[in-house]
């Protein structure tokens, strides 16, 4: 078993930026692939960026490259989502991802919101 537990959401003005964080704790030695996902009102979760567990980031989504960093300390079994340039679209609960022994676990998810 896995346990992911997300901080670091809040509420910013538009340009500003924000740092999530993903704690895992348990089994975190069968961890593997590690993710950010996002959730809109009334739209489908997405992917935001993925991460190795040899910390080579990947598929950062169109929307939020160049602005979005996805790191990792496997060390202190943390995954970071350091988001800068934040936009109004980017407003969304923010949920950490980590796949281990070929099963999906997630957190219970962050508030990101973007004023304008």
């Known amino acids: 078993q896995v346990q992911l537990a997300e901080s670091g959401g809040g509420s910013v003005q538009a340009g500003g930026s924000l740092r999530l964080s993903c704690l895992a704790s348990?089994?975190?030695?069968?961890?593997?692939?590690m993710a950010w996902y996002r959730q809109a009102p009334g739209k489908a979760r997405e992917l935001v960026a993925r991460?190795?567990?040899?910390?080579?980031?990947?598929d950062y989504a169109d929307s939020v490259k160049g602005r979005f960093t996805i790191s990792r300390d496997n060390d202190k079994n943390l995954v970071d989502l350091q988001m800068d340039d934040l936009r109004p679209e980017d407003t969304a609960v923010y949920y950490c991802?980590?796949?281990?022994?070929?099963?999906?676990?997630w957190g219970q998810g962050t508030e990101v919101t973007v004023s304008a």
């Open positions: 991802y980590a796949a281990s022994s070929g099963l999906d676990y």
């Open positions: 348990g089994k975190t030695w069968t961890i593997g692939g």
């Open positions: 991460i190795t567990r040899g910390k080579i980031p990947r």
